[in-house]
């Protein structure tokens, strides 16, 4: 997660601040907007199907090990 860029990370234990982000990304659909495509996007770019499948294939190969 990337405060701002792919969500709200709220200070540990502030239940106040868990608050003011649910609010502000209710409240904002912009903001939410934006969020989500920024997540589509990361998740496209950084883990793509292919990529994955190399990962899971790379620990399979270490546990049989």
């Given at each position: 997660?990337?405060?701002?860029?792919?969500?709200y990370?709220?200070?540990?234990?502030?239940?106040?601040?868990?608050?003011?982000?649910?609010?502000e990304?209710?409240?904002?659909?912009?903001?939410?907007?934006?969020?989500?495509?920024?997540?589509?996007?990361?998740?496209?770019?950084?883990?793509?199907?292919?990529?994955?499948?190399?990962?899971?294939?790379?620990?399979?190969?270490?546990?049989?090990?």
């Open positions: 997660m990337r405060h701002g860029v792919t969500g990370l709220a200070k540990a234990e502030n239940p106040h601040d868990f608050a003011k982000g649910i609010i990304l209710l409240e904002d659909n912009d903001k939410r907007a934006g969020i989500s495509r920024n997540c589509r996007q990361i998740a496209e770019i950084d883990y793509p199907i292919e990529l994955q499948a190399k990962r899971y294939i790379e620990i399979y190969q270490q546990l049989l090990k």
